[in-house]
């Protein structure tokens, strides 16, 4: 079956540490995002790409990193520089174009200590 | 700066009632509106969408009503059932690869 892989599903780390969460799909789609969920905040995007080796920053990057060396994988890094890392963190695709559609993973619980 | 509001932050049907979800929005250049549905501990799921040279759009129990000239457009549930119970996230979004601007979501409870 087609779909986006998000691990760990939770993940406890010590403050000062970094971080990294894996999201994989097998979707072929061209564009994947990161989105992080606060209660009462919906979902706020961290980074997309759109395409390989191309990245942009959303409205909430600093403090993270990504990359995109494949088009199946999207890692995303929570460094010791983000001041409130304690989230929800949802990994997506779409195809691209003008449908809209985003396809979630399950998504990846980070509680720092 | 949001961009997508959304109201109520949390609302109780009982079963069989109407659920009514409400979103507004700013930028006149939105040209796509989806719904999106989040059980809990689970990423959101595509739940229905619309653009905006429709005024309404059904699939099921579940409709979107579009109001492009007061910029407005809600979710309506009929039959409201206990498996509704969910976050529910409107959003929108414009042109080429999508970035998608979310509402701050709905808590829905159903009640038997």
């Known amino acids: 079956d087609g779909g986006i892989t998000q691990s760990p599903k939770y993940l406890f780390r010590k403050e000062g540490q970094n971080v990294t969460l894996s999201c994989e799909q097998n979707l072929n789609h061209d564009a994947m995002y990161w989105y992080r969920q606060d209660p009462g905040q919906g979902l706020r995007l961290i980074y997309y790409s759109q395409i390989v080796n191309d990245f942009q920053k959303g409205d909430i990057a600093e403090g993270y990193s990504v990359s995109r060396e494949k088009k199946e994988s999207f890692p995303l890094t929570v460094t010791s520089a983000q001041k409130n890392p304690t989230a929800f963190y949802l990994c997506?695709?779409?195809?691209?174009?003008?449908?809209?559609?985003?396809?979630f993973g399950e998504g990846s619980r980070l509680t720092v200590l | 700066q949001q961009q997508v509001k959304q109201s109520p932050q949390s609302l109780i049907v009982q079963k069989g009632g109407i659920s009514i979800i409400n979103c507004a929005y700013e930028?006149?250049?939105?040209?796509?509106f989806p719904w999106y549905q989040q059980f809990p501990g689970k990423g959101p799921a595509l739940l229905i969408a619309i653009r905006p040279d429709v005024s309404e759009k059904k699939e099921g129990r579940f409709t979107i009503s579009f109001n492009k000239s007061a910029k407005q457009f809600s979710l309506h549930i009929m039959d409201s059932q206990p498996g509704d119970s969910a976050t529910y996230f409107c959003a929108a979004s414009s042109g080429g690869y999508q970035k998608v601007t979310f509402g701050t979501g709905t808590k829905l409870q159903v009640i038997p």
């Open positions: 930028n006149t250049a939105f040209d796509y």
């Open positions: 997506a695709s779409s195809v691209g174009g003008v449908t809209g559609e985003l396809f």
